[in-house]
């Protein structure tokens, strides 16, 4: 009897092994409940958390389906104001043979492409808002600002406010006292 069960457990037909073995396996996403992704309408900021839910839902419900079929899932959830259009576009291009994605992969960074563009600029301006000297020395606030500053949005007026809100308090006061008021970071 005792051989039976464990010939039963080493090929996965019975018992709580067999169970272990298939969710551990290739298969497990079958037994674990995954969100789907939300509706996906191309506001900025959104489309890199859109295309992580899509990839995990993909890995773990849907890596049986063909390419094209998981292309089309992920426009299912691509709707509303100018993807619309874009989805309509896509979709003809698909069926007409002129678009074809060997890995999905390769579809979603078209998509992060086309509506990722401010995104990067919306990250790197919160990075700059919550930037603060602290111990750094000026100097060291000053190049780890500067390269916060790359491709955030900020230029001018706007960019200065923001390198005085991020000194430390004293430093802060002496040049606001200055007689010349700087106007350039390099100042």
């Not at 298969?27 to 509706?39: D, R, S």
């Not at 930037?131 to 020395?137: A, H, I, N, Y």
């Not at 390269?147 to 955030?152: I, L, M, P, T």
Request: with cysteine; glycine share 12%.
């Amino acid at each position: 009897m005792q051989a039976q069960i464990q010939a039963l457990l080493v090929t996965g037909e019975g018992g709580a092994g067999g169970i272990e073995r298939g969710m551990m396996g290739s298969n497990m996403g079958l037994y674990v409940e995954v969100a789907k992704p939300a509706i996906f309408n191309g506001e900025v900021g959104k489309v890199g958390g859109f295309v992580t839910t899509c990839k995990l839902y993909l890995r773990m419900k849907m890596r049986e389906v063909t390419v094209e079929e998981q292309v089309f899932w992920i426009l299912s959830h691509v709707q509303g104001g100018s993807v619309d259009i874009w989805k309509e576009n896509v979709i003809e291009e698909l069926k007409a043979g002129e678009m074809e994605y060997k890995m999905v992969e390769e579809f979603l960074i078209v998509l992060k492409k086309k509506f990722g563009k401010g995104e990067e600029e919306l990250v790197k301006a919160a990075e700059l808002r919550k930037m603060e000297q602290r111990e750094r020395t000026m100097e060291e606030f000053v190049q780890k600002f500067k390269k916060a500053a790359r491709g955030s949005g900020y230029e001018g007026r706007l960019l200065m406010e923001e390198f005085k809100r991020g000194m430390n308090g004293e430093i802060r006061r002496k040049l606001m006292e200055a007689e010349n008021p700087l106007t350039s970071i390099e100042q």
